[in-house]
């Protein structure tokens, strides 16, 4: 009886389970907390899969700016390429050498402005308007390696260039204008917001430990071996535990490395592999052509020594129960913190659980 009169219950403390009671987790990465609420997702899986119209596309579009012979915005006509095709983006967000130095500051630094300088490219990953690289060979995928490791020798030896970002947008879902198989590079003046948190987090952990912190998270991922979704000689990719996006993933190498163009050809090898291994779950999760954004993280190129840095691949996807349904960073999201319902465990095991024949073959 309480002082009211009347009967008091107590609840029995729920004892504390990740895979059901909501959480936060943090990503030593970017070092944010995310909100985990897997109550929310422990409502049965129906399996239902929304079935698209797969989109036929035809091997060569005469409309598109990306196949080989085509014209591009400007004029240019693009070469009848056979492998790769690289060329300066007609609408580059940044402008290359020869503007003024420039940085201004006022307010007591609250308004400040500087000039940035950089080089936009695009890489077109084959001349088969109807591929992606989910669907391309793994000799094809090796190529595409290749090519970014060439893009990223030449770009990091500009000296105005201390960055390069080698990132793919895929899909409509995504914003991408074209769905000819293609990717991006920006090379910056500036390291961008992203690689310099990650700089810095793995250089306090370094400092610490004096080991790569990705190289350690792997070990320990590898041990537990529930996050891990796939292996090989050199690569492991898994599903971070620290997982905003539902099927956000993660490529990383099982030795140190900072940029991509230290990998050997034996290891590019084990890359293209387990890039291809997952790019096939992808699309034979829902069997459509998964859209995401995905990008590599590598050192800085302003000739700085960055300890503990360690390249990794990210994988963004939007897709959340079907083909169709996407998740929104809104709301809660946008003015507290990221949020997510499934947990980064029950998707690894539904991506594990996938073929790994693509489905269109
Ligand atoms: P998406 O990957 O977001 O679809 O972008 C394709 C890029 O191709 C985009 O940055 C460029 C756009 O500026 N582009 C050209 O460089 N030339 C063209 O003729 C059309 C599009
Ligand atoms: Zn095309």
Redesign the pocket.
């Known amino acids: 009886m309480n002082r009211f009169g009347s009967m008091v219950y107590i609840q029995p403390m729920n004892q504390f389970d990740v895979s059901k009671h909501p959480h936060r987790r943090w990503n030593p990465l970017s070092e944010e907390w995310i909100l985990v609420s897997p109550h929310r997702a422990l409502r049965p899986w129906k399996g239902s899969v929304e079935r698209t119209v797969p989109s036929e596309r035809p091997r060569?579009?005469p409309k598109?700016y990306?196949?080989p012979g085509n014209n591009r915005a400007g004029g240019v006509v693009n070469p009848y390429y056979e492998g790769t095709y690289v060329f300066d983006n007609d609408f580059s967000a940044l402008l290359p050498d020869g503007l003024e130095e420039n940085a201004a500051e006022s307010c007591c630094g609250l308004v400040r402005e500087k000039a940035e300088r950089g080089l936009c490219r695009v890489v077109c990953f084959s001349p088969r308007?109807d591929l992606t690289l989910a669907e391309m060979s793994e000799a094809d995928i090796r190529r595409v390696i290749n090519v970014w490791c060439d893009q990223y020798e030449d770009l990091a030896t500009r000296p105005f260039i201390n960055a390069v970002t080698i990132f793919e947008n895929k899909g409509e879902m995504m914003g991408c204008s074209n769905p000819?198989p293609h990717g991006q590079i920006w090379a910056t003046e500036s390291i961008p917001m992203q690689l310099a948190r990650e700089i810095c987090s793995q250089g306090k952990y370094f400092e610490q430990y004096a080991r790569p912190m990705l190289l350690d998270y792997l070990h320990w991922e590898l041990k537990q071996d529930v996050r891990i979704l796939f292996r090989n000689d050199h690569f492991a990719a898994l599903v971070p535990h620290w997982a905003i996006w539902p099927f956000e993933t993660l490529i990383l190498p099982m030795f140190p490395v900072s940029r991509i163009t230290d990998l050997s050809p034996e290891q590019r090898n084990s890359w293209a592999n387990i890039m291809r291994q997952l790019l096939i779950r992808y699309d034979n999760l829902f069997e459509i052509s998964f859209p995401y954004s995905m990008g590599l993280h590598q050192i800085p190129a302003d000739g700085q020594e960055y300890d503990g840095f360690q390249f990794h691949q990210h994988f963004y996807p939007p897709l959340l129960r079907s083909a169709s349904i996407r998740k929104f960073l809104v709301g809660y999201e946008m003015l507290g913190e990221p949020q997510r319902d499934i947990t980064a465990e029950s998707a690894a095991e539904r991506l594990r659980s996938l073929p790994g024949k693509h489905y269109r073959t």
């Open positions: 060569h579009d598109c990306l196949c308007h000819h």
